[in-house]
DNA sequence: ACAACCCGCTAAATCGATTTACCCCGTGAT
DNA sequence: ATCACGGGGTAAATCGATTTAGCGGGTTGT
């Protein structure tokens, strides 16, 4: 039996304004039972038995009390909580920011809200995340640029993951495209002699993009020489990265006409130091970047850049997750989404003269 | 009397791995009563009368079977959520970004998530997000850079909002220290005629930016003419505006030396505007920026600029934000926390020729 | 006349924890 | 012998919804 009754409606914290008015409340001041309520209020099949005279008068109430669901007695008798998280290295970063962007569009049109969590390439914080989002109920889970682990419960969606996962659907962009566009455009320009610069080892984009590269080059008979090419060193995401590897290249005193780097950033470090070394861009050298962020465009001049769809990108892998979340059980789920990538032609590109 | 029995423990979504676990089953396991099991795990004073036999004992037990608290239920019964909710402009920009990322670090290490949502200027959003923020039982509010209705029943602080309302702690840059500190700068190199760029009417920061620079102009002796200003006019956060304004000045002829602009992404319009009017930068004209934004250092040459430090306002949002929620009741709360800005000098500066 | 149904609504179980108010037993003090 | 007290727990209320089984009474069908 009952032992204290605390006086109804006396909340504990400090909550001036009106914000109460329970399931329950609502149902007294009804005079009707919350069930009732709750039926009609969610527009329930079993509510049309309800006249509709009684169902204005309910939701009538409601407007009037501002009768608000709360949120976590529903997600805890519906066990869904209608929200996902997202993993990805740094949110400050032009390219996992244009993702978000994507994700959110799809996600709060669909009246799902996500949690956001950067890892910074800490693998005990990769590790970590994914659990913790666990506990915190999240129906799903998008990794951007992230090797996630195996062994998730819950539907995960990839974006540039690059590992063929059971569970894991994996949005990543057609790389031999990609890096054919951009060595096709030096090379109708004329240009045979291009240096190029690999990503991070921890990027998950780096080895299918430089595979395609080494593809494209000897496909489009352009020489691919080992002595062009130096490979981005160091955790940061600054151009001063691409900086030192350009300075590699240079150092070792073969001609070059143009150069393609692993991403923007590092296009826009390479600029700084070819101008360094007195050659300009594009007379003396083409660059061409890849990723197609904010500052590409914002470069003087303009980056010429292959542009990978980020933002859709993301609204895609939103979709992919949603869609698997809401699907009947174990049913079958894409296991790998292509987008295609786009050359965006700006000024750091020129024919050879 | 009950109805139904569920077998209990068959989930009805599709989990195969163990993920179940409850408190019950748990206590159930161990020969306990669930009471016992919650004290214990979460260290509660009450449990001190308990041995420390038994605490191992149902220590071991969660840890072997993996035992995670329902993050929904303990939510509803303790009326906590442990989230807060973070609204801005554009994630995809890098001054929210950034902020964000200060926001995050300072959240995380507390035990907090967050939800991000971006009103892209549309007022109906602004109005509606923090509503349904509330509706997802945030504890608290951070708006970047965004002018958020009063009326909220829940902590806010603000970045760069510039509002005094009752409930909102105002986290704003020195703008009087910030435009000294760009003005001064170019009046030390000599510039005396300085173009001025102003910021869109819907950003928080413009009215007082404006003030500033103009106060500063005054005080420092150096020329304040209508005709070498003009105002970013658009929506859209791209250098473009600044190209527009840019090119608005300079069809006026009048002669300058330098240019003050409202933010980086404006700076580097400017300076492209300038570059094809035949004049280049620095040598003919000095240009400074405001944010130090990434791309900042990234441009060719490196944008001089007036820093904000948004990380740490970013963290300094946070802290602010946790120590209302976790105060006891009504009582009092900062009203505004003003942060010093920096001056950074790159390349885009130089002595007046 | 009795079953079958429909209408309008409700009781009560449930989701999975937290937390308060005891309870029972043994020991030491009076 | 009785009381007080501390140690080692437990029962049950509670958070605020959702949801199923079913109740009482009137109508219709046969």
Redesign the interface.
């Known amino acids: 039996m009952p032992r204290t009754k605390t006086p109804a409606f006396v909340s504990?914290?400090?909550?001036?304004?009106a914000?109460c008015a329970s399931l329950k409340s609502l149902a007294q001041h009804l005079q009707l039972s919350p069930a009732t309520v709750s039926l009609v209020i969610n527009r329930s099949p079993a509510a049309k038995s309800i006249p509709q005279r009684t169902q204005d008068r309910i939701r009538l109430a409601a407007r009037e009390l501002n009768y608000?669901?709360?949120?976590?007695?529903r997600?805890?008798r519906q066990?869904r909580?209608f929200t996902i998280g997202v993993v990805v290295p740094?949110?400050?970063?032009?390219y996992a920011?244009?993702v978000?962007?994507g994700i959110?569009d799809h996600l709060?049109q669909e009246g799902y809200?996500?949690?956001?969590?950067?890892h910074r390439h800490r693998s005990d914080l990769i590790e970590e995340y994914p659990t913790l989002l666990?506990?915190?109920?999240v129906e799903g889970l998008i990794a951007v640029d992230t090797a996630c682990s195996e062994?998730v419960?819950i539907p995960l969606v990839s974006v540039s993951g690059h590992r063929e996962l059971p569970g894991v659907s994996n949005i990543v962009l057609n790389h031999a495209r990609a890096a054919r566009l951009a060595v096709e455009h030096l090379a109708q320009l004329g240009h045979r002699k291009i240096a190029f610069i690999k990503g991070q080892a921890f990027s998950s984009d780096t080895e299918s993009r430089w595979e395609a590269v080494k593809a494209a080059a000897i496909d489009l008979k352009v020489s691919f020489n080992e002595r062009l090419t130096a490979q981005l060193e160091g955790e940061s995401s600054?151009?001063q990265l691409g900086y030192e590897a350009t300075r590699k290249i240079l150092d070792r005193r073969e001609s070059f006409s143009a150069l393609f780097a692993f991403n923007d950033?590092s296009a826009?470090?390479a600029?700084?130091a070819l101008?360094e070394a007195g050659r300009r861009v594009p007379e003396d050298v083409s660059v061409v970047g890849f990723d197609d962020i904010?500052?590409a465009?914002?470069?003087?001049p303009g980056l010429t850049t292959v542009r990978q769809p980020l933002?859709e990108m993301g609204v895609i892998a939103a979709e992919t997750l949603l869609r698997r979340i809401n699907a009947p059980?174990?049913s079958s789920y894409p296991k790998t989404i292509t987008i295609e990538p786009e050359l965006i032609v700006r000024a750091s590109t020129a024919p050879l003269s």
């Open positions: 504990s914290r400090g909550n001036a304004s914000q608000r669901p709360n949120f976590m007695a997600s805890l066990q909580s740094e949110i400050s970063e032009g920011a244009l978000m962007a959110e709060l809200f996500y949690f956001v969590v950067s666990q506990q915190r109920a062994g419960a600054s151009p950033i826009i470090g600029i700084r101008r904010q500052s465009a914002f470069q003087n933002r059980a174990k």
